[in-house]
């Protein structure tokens, strides 16, 4: 459900990103969540957040918001 309507505020050319990200997701939690401890865990979850961020095009310039997907 979340997924849907998160796809309502992204790029279209970005909604690809959405299905493989939750792919990538999918194949790597199993992992993070029985071998690491709490602390490195959650910087994993940052890590891998931070990176789908960038992935997707956007930045951290105030320049780059996307005031498209207010619109909505």
Do not use: C
């Not at 194949?27 to 992935?55: C, D, E, K, R, V």
């Amino acid at each position: 459900m979340w997924t849907v309507l998160t796809s309502l505020l992204k790029r279209p050319h970005n909604l690809i990103l959405t299905w493989i990200h939750l792919l990538q997701y999918s194949l790597i939690s199993p992992h993070l969540t029985a071998q690491l401890n709490p602390f490195y865990n959650n910087l994993a979850h940052y890590w891998i957040g931070m990176a789908w961020y960038f992935q997707e095009g956007n930045g951290n310039n105030l320049a780059r918001i996307d005031l498209a997907s207010g619109y909505v």
